[in-house]
């Protein structure tokens, strides 16, 4: 069974740092593009961060300059290294993997930032 195991979410302070992970835990074909969503109280879902395999990365403007993702192809791995955290990126922080087979979703990793 494929699936994605998420891992780093915490409580930080506002300004602080954490570095969430997504792992593929399965044998899977040709991933093409992973990203991270989230999802904070009373808000829609919204797209934080995106990496194709050609190499194309995408953030919200709302992350620019704060967030980075980054891709282990070999560990079928994404990270997404957040900064300068403020209370408005308190949210379930989910990772997305997109092959063509499949379209997986992860748990979901909760991220709370204190002012």
């Known amino acids: 069974q494929v699936q994605l195991v998420e891992s780093g979410g915490g409580l930080v302070q506002a300004g602080g740092s954490l570095r969430l992970s997504c792992a593929v835990s399965?044998?899977?074909?040709?991933?093409?593009?992973m990203r991270w969503y989230r999802q904070g109280p009373g808000k829609q879902r919204e797209l934080v961060a995106a990496?194709?395999?050609?190499?194309?990365?995408n953030y919200a403007d709302s992350v620019k300059g704060r967030f980075t993702i980054s891709r282990d192809k070999a560990k079928n791995t994404v990270y997404l290294e957040m900064n300068g955290l403020k209370p408005e990126d308190a949210a379930i922080y989910c990772c997305?993997?997109?092959?063509?087979?499949?379209?997986?979703w992860g748990q979901g990793t909760q991220v709370t930032v204190s002012s």
């Open positions: 997305n993997a997109i092959s063509p087979r499949y379209n997986l």
């Open positions: 990496s194709t395999s050609g190499g194309g990365i």
């Open positions: 399965g044998s899977i074909f040709s991933i093409y593009s």
